[in-house]
């Protein structure tokens, strides 16, 4: 098993182009620590030291949490700590800490979204969180999109709450989300056992390490082991506002770039341009703080924004109907390749653009759903073993042919179906249709 797994990871990592030789991934966490040690400009992975220095000398700190090992926004990550001069005078008014890692991290403080392998928290000495920076834009470690320059703008919005902390300091209790139940990673069922609160620098630097994305496994797998439908709450976790047809500029704090026509956003009076302010009474310095509201929202209810406007401030309120989260896009994440397994039998699948679709004869409004890759090892070959072909698309799902993406076929499977119920496919391969099917996991 232990083999089929390795083999899967491999994959994996070819798919995404991001692989590294089994010499290079330890050398490079042993090398992390050895250079930040060496700077003297940064504290390696003691916040203990960090906040007494913090207290000490008034300044707020920037704790970066990154994963060595994860190829994703890696550019970024050593621009940032190369000291690039767009930023470089802004952090040295923090105390700046480096994470490696999230054995021994405190849940309790340290919530975010797992799926990314670059994350910052701007703080006070007393713990009050002045913000959250990162965002899918940083996984696709392309340096016109993973903007230093949002980084900067958050560095000045955070420096800015920090002189004025004790006015706003109650206000920024809703940054901090509730106890959790478990206090550090190594807890989770899961993970105990196997993972101690440090890394093994000497003798395996990579495998001792959690990576944050085994965090947000470890939710899926209890839920799941229980026998119980995943929530959408856990299913799609730190919803981007695109599921209300609000993209946000990835080079700016909290700017709207575009509103979709027709959208939700558009309805309730968002224009693009528009400057976000606040949400939910919380200040923003980034997008990563928009979907820490996100996250923490109900399921029905309405959202209060302020918003800048032409220079002038306005307040529009963004209603949540049932199932919103249900049009986020999980795709991207990490953490999809597992419930891939579970609920496409190992296919990864992309919707079919307007041009093959019109070349299939397929409808704007129906589902066309391409096998971009099928997977070939172990509990990832399920739908190989019944018959899937890398090319094929698929046209329904037990019968329903309404157009859905990826991460909608994903949800039906493990939100309305149990482990050991069949899934029915009708697929198009070279113009013919195929009846398939196989158990979801």
Not at 112 to 136: C, Q, V, W
Not at 354 to 373: I, P, Q, S, T, Y
Request: glycine content about 8%; proline content about 5%.
């Amino acid at each position: 098993m232990r083999t089929q797994k390795l083999l899967v990871a491999a994959a994996i990592l070819i798919l995404s182009g991001r692989v590294d030789s089994a010499e290079d991934r330890p050398g490079r966490v042993r090398k992390d620590r050895e250079q930040f040690l060496a700077s003297g400009r940064w504290i390696y992975n003691d916040l203990p030291k960090a906040f007494e220095e913090a207290r000490k000398s008034g300044k707020p700190l920037v704790v970066t949490i990154r994963c060595i090992p994860c190829e994703s926004c890696r550019g970024f990550d050593e621009e940032l700590t190369a000291g690039d001069p767009r930023i470089e005078a802004l952090l040295d008014r923090f105390v700046r800490v480096r994470i490696p890692q999230a054995n021994g991290l405190d849940l309790s403080l340290f919530q975010f979204d797992y799926d990314l392998s670059f994350y910052a928290f701007f703080l006070n000495a007393d713990r009050t969180i002045y913000g959250r920076f990162g965002s899918p834009s940083t996984q696709k470690d392309k340096t016109g999109e993973v903007s230093m320059d949002a980084f900067r703008e958050a560095l000045v919005a955070a420096l800015e709450l920090h002189g004025r902390h004790g006015e706003l300091k109650e206000r920024l209790k809703a940054k901090t989300g509730p106890v959790p139940a478990l206090k550090v990673p190594e807890e989770y069922p899961p993970l105990k056992g196997k993972y101690t609160a440090k890394i093994d620098y000497e003798n395996a630097p990579v495998k001792s390490c959690i990576h944050c994305h085994q965090i947000r496994d470890s939710e899926r797998e209890m839920v799941r082991s229980a026998k119980k439908p995943i929530p959408d709450s856990v299913l799609y976790p730190w919803p981007l506002p695109d599921v209300f047809g609000l993209h946000l500029d990835p080079h700016k704090a909290a700017s709207i770039e575009r509103v979709d026509k027709g959208s939700v956003a558009e309805k309730a009076g968002f224009r693009a341009g528009d400057a976000l302010l606040e949400l939910e009474g919380q200040p923003l310095v980034s997008i990563a703080d928009v979907q820490w509201v996100l996250e923490r929202s109900p399921e029905v209810g309405t959202l209060q924004a302020k918003v800048r406007r032409e220079g002038e401030a306005a307040t529009l309120k963004l209603p949540l109907k049932a199932g919103w989260r249900r049009g986020s896009d999980i795709s991207w994440r990490a953490t999809t390749w597992e419930l891939r397994r579970r609920a496409a039998g190992g296919l990864l699948l992309e919707d079919l653009p307007a041009a093959d679709r019109r070349e299939a004869g397929l409808a704007e409004n129906v589902l066309a759903l391409r096998a971009k890759h099928v997977g070939e090892y172990g509990e990832h070959a399920v739908a190989k073993k019944a018959g899937f072909r890398k090319g094929d698309i698929i046209v329904a799902v037990d019968g329903r042919s309404e157009r859905q993406s990826e991460s909608g076929l994903i949800g039906y499977a493990l939100q309305e179906k149990r482990p050991g119920d069949r899934l029915a496919f009708s697929v198009l391969r070279e113009g013919k249709r195929l009846e398939m099917s196989f158990s979801v996991q």
